[in-house]
């Protein structure tokens, strides 16, 4: 099994930076990416960034491409997403999960946790 612990989140205002992160722990040896989720109220939960923890490959949303960056630190098993020029519509639980297959379905998950943008 694979724990995943975010933290981070906050409110900020429009236009600012945030930072969250993402602690893995238990057999995180088996993680082959990761990825950054959020769910607005009344919305589906949908990917925002994606990560391939051996070749640093990322993918992104394209309502967030040029201003969020993930990225990972393998020795800490952590995994981060820096959101630069927020907007009110990035307001949302901000979930991590993790993924042992590129050919499967995300099946671990975080608790989630909450950045708010005031505009």
């Known amino acids: 099994q694979v724990q995943l612990v975010e933290s981070g989140g906050g409110l900020v205002q429009a236009g600012g930076s945030l930072r969250i992160s993402c602690a893995a722990s238990?057999?995180?040896?088996?993680?082959?990416?990761m990825g950054w989720f959020r769910q607005a109220p009344g919305k589906e939960r949908l990917l925002v960034a994606g990560?391939?923890?051996?070749?640093?490959?990322?993918t992104y949303a394209s309502s967030v491409k040029g201003r969020f960056t993930i990225s990972s630190d393998n020795a800490k098993n952590t995994v981060y997403l820096q959101m630069n020029s927020l907007k009110s519509e990035d307001t949302a639980v901000y979930y991590c999960?993790?993924?042992?297959?590129?050919?499967?379905?995300?099946?671990?998950w975080g608790q989630g946790t909450q950045v708010t943008v005031s505009s």
């Open positions: 238990g057999r995180t040896f088996s993680i082959l990416a």
């Open positions: 999960a993790a993924r042992d297959s590129t050919t499967s379905p995300y099946r671990y």
């Open positions: 990560i391939h923890l051996s070749s640093g490959t990322s």
